[in-house]
């Protein structure tokens, strides 16, 4: 157990192992999203009110699932890299931020388009999409946060700090966000109330937040590794690696 | 039982090694004076013997007893006086009386400027006036970041008699100087550019 | 000499940042002013009429709340950072929660407190009928705390960089959204006569959360931003 810490505080050996994990997980994870798009856009049955554009939550509804999940474990690494000074949590955490922001922007971009057919127009202050932006602000934050640090070792755990108060105010801010929306939005034009879902749209859905998820892993674990040789490039072992692979 | 105690100092700044596995104690009536070239880490050294940088070097330190830190800032707002500026000091250190105060500006020859707002004061006199803390001091250990800066000669001189004078009754004084200290006491250097304590 | 009791020394702070406030008049008065012009703003930009401004006013003076404290949320620890008293501070042996709270509060009596004190001035400037200005300064004064206590965590995490002004807008902006939420709604709520009370309890309870949990996270950022 301890020899396992004890390896997670190696950059090389990490560099080697999320190199390993990735030489499967990618394929696996292009699977999943080719078998996920596939199955969505030609298998399932077009919606009888909204037609075929209802498919984009296929990709709207994963993506904004993982980016929110995303934020959770940037604060979780954040947590671990303050407690444990641990170095690789801190890795992970600055690792997290951008791609959480993708991820936050494609939700975004993926809702305005779906809400050009349905609502008729590209941008509705829907309880959601402001609820997304915010995310997306929290998240930018933390990345200008980060780059504003000259020493990069207070920047991640400025970054910490940050995510961690992130994470005690997404609850109250998607609270408060709903809320409010519910004040202003009229019951009769309500589009966010729980709608049963047909299994035959589900099941496609499912295996595409999977295939998200392993999507975010994959990006996870590269984002850390170029950040590892980043760090590392004065050593040995990176100036190997490099001589090894020109 | 030492006043403080480093254990294995290792600091690397830019991919420069300042100092490596460094380990002193620093025990009761000693005087020691941190010496190296500018960029030798001596500032870094002390923040960390201070307990103000956290992250970022290996080793461990370990302090018993209450310290006073004097660092390059004199911690003076300008907008309150001298009486102020130590009556509520942010260390929060102890309860000071009028008197006590007041002598302690006398010492550091701030006689008649006690209620004077401190923008009307020279940098030397804020300096002062941040060493007069030294005079209402109870704490043991004193560790001092550059003291003498915009000091005047015979202010260095009476510095020093109250260093060997704290070090005589029990205190333990850590300094870092570019000047080699005249004084009648027994000083134990701390060299950083060659990495060895004597 | 003995060391003062905490209590003692939380209230030396608290004077002590009071004094420095006081004695730099045109600190205090700062915010008002930028809050009595961004007020003369809205009726330039919407226009004049009178129920237009006053269906506007709840949002717009909690929106220039929020402006004036985010201004001034970025001083909480610049000047103490600049002149190392907030090393001293660190290494004191009292409890660094209760003494960001002292700064805190400081921050708050002379921004929040006072803002919502001349609010009922603006109010009238924008019509918002008379119902709403008791919620109004009632909401201010539990918003604009929390508001105070959420931007300390901006202010320590950025005090030790060259140019925080502009970062620390984008790291706590979205943090003060939900206050905005209710505090405006509390007055919406008044005007429409129907209770505000519960818009006050929900703005309470941020309140007491922020109070829990803020200091903690400015002391952790106020450590990092002095070892940095």
Same mark, same amino acid.
């Not at chain 3, 949320?73 to 909480?76: H, N």
């Not at chain 3, 918002?128 to 709403?132: D, H, I, R, S, T």
């Given at each position: 157990m301890w020899s396992f810490f004890h390896k997670l505080g190696s950059p090389p050996w990490l560099y080697g192992i999320a190199g390993t994990i990735l030489r499967y997980l990618l394929p696996v994870t292009l699977l999943a999203l080719v078998a996920g798009m596939v199955w969505g856009v030609l298998f399932t049955a077009p919606d009888f009110r909204q037609g075929n554009s209802y498919r984009i939550i296929y990709i709207h509804v994963p993506a904004a699932v993982v980016a929110l999940a995303g934020y959770y474990v940037m604060a979780i690494a954040g947590a671990v890299s303050l407690i444990w000074k641990m170095k690789m949590a801190d890795i992970a955490m600055k690792s997290c931020a951008p791609i959480g922001a993708a991820l936050t922007f494609v939700a975004l971009v993926t809702g305005a388009i779906w809400g050009k057919p349905t609502w008729g127009t590209w941008w509705v202050w829907d309880a959601r999409i402001t609820s997304m932006l915010i995310l997306l602000f929290l998240y930018l934050g933390v990345v200008a946060l980060y780059e504003a640090y000259d020493n990069k070792e207070a920047a991640g755990k400025a970054c910490a700090v940050l995510s961690l108060v992130g994470t005690v105010n997404i609850p109250i801010i998607y609270k408060s966000v709903d809320w409010w929306y519910s004040l202003h939005q009229p019951a009769s034009i309500k589009f966010t109330g729980e709608s049963s879902i047909d299994p035959s749209m589900l099941y496609p859905l499912l295996l595409m937040i999977t295939a998200f998820y392993l999507l975010f892993t994959c990006a996870l674990l590269m984002n850390m590794r170029a950040e590892i040789l980043q760090r590392e490039r004065r050593t040995k072992w990176v100036r190997k690696l490099v001589e090894e692979s020109a | 039982m030492p006043l403080l105690a480093a254990d294995n100092l290792s600091l690397e700044r830019g991919g420069r090694q300042l100092f490596r596995d460094l380990s002193f104690k620093v025990f009761p009536g000693q005087l020691v004076q941190i010496e190296g070239a500018n960029g030798a880490g001596k500032t870094s050294l002390i923040r960390i013997l201070a307990g103000l940088?956290?992250?970022g070097y290996e080793g461990r330190v370990s302090r018993s007893g209450a310290m006073l830190y004097l660092g390059h800032h004199s911690a003076v707002k300008a907008l309150l006086t001298p009486r102020e500026n130590l009556a509520w000091h942010v260390s929060g250190e102890a309860d000071f009386s009028d008197r006590d105060i007041e002598h302690a500006l006398a010492r550091v020859g701030l006689y008649g400027y006690e209620d004077v707002p401190s923008h009307a004061l020279s940098a030397g006199q804020h300096r002062r006036v941040n060493l007069a803390r030294l005079y209402l001091s109870q704490s043991p250990l004193w560790i001092l970041d550059e003291p003498y800066t915009a000091i005047d000669v015979t202010g260095v001189g009476e510095l020093e008699t109250l260093f060997a004078q704290h070090a005589r009754a029990g205190g333990a004084v850590l300094l870092t100087s570019h000047q080699a200290m005249a004084v009648d006491y027994p000083v134990s250097r701390l060299d950083l550019t060659a990495g060895i304590a004597s | 000499m003995n060391a003062p009791s905490t209590p003692q020394f939380c209230l030396r702070l608290l004077r002590r940042q009071l004094v420095l406030a006081i004695r730099r008049p045109i600190e205090i008065g700062n915010p008002l002013l930028f809050f009595a012009m961004v007020v003369a703003l809205f009726p330039l930009g919407l226009g004049p009429a009178p129920d237009k401004l006053a269906d506007f006013a709840p949002g717009i003076l909690w929106i220039i709340a929020l402006l004036s404290n985010l201004l001034t *949320?970025? *001083?909480?620890f610049r000047s103490d950072y600049d002149d190392g008293s907030l090393e001293q501070l660190l290494l004191s042996p009292q409890p660094l929660y209760l003494s960001v709270l002292s700064y805190i509060g400081a921050h708050w009596l002379v921004t929040g407190l006072l803002l919502a004190l001349v609010s009922p001035l603006f109010a009238v400037m924008l019509n918002?009928? !008379? !119902?709403?200005i008791a919620a109004l300064f009632a909401s201010l004064l539990l918003g604009t705390a929390v508001l105070s206590l959420v931007g300390g965590i901006g202010a320590a995490l950025t005090v030790g960089l060259k140019r925080g002004g502009m970062l620390i807008s984008l790291l706590i902006l979205p943090l003060y959204m939900p206050v905005l939420i209710f505090g405006s709604a509390a007055v919406k709520a008044a005007v429409i006569g129907a209770p505000a009370a519960p818009y006050l309890a929900i703005l309470g309870a941020m309140l007491s959360l922020a109070i829990a949990l803020a200091p903690v996270a400015a002391a952790a950022g106020l450590r990092i931003s002095v070892d940095a």
């Open positions: - | 940088s956290r992250y | *949320s970025d *001083s909480v918002l009928p !008379a !119902a709403g």
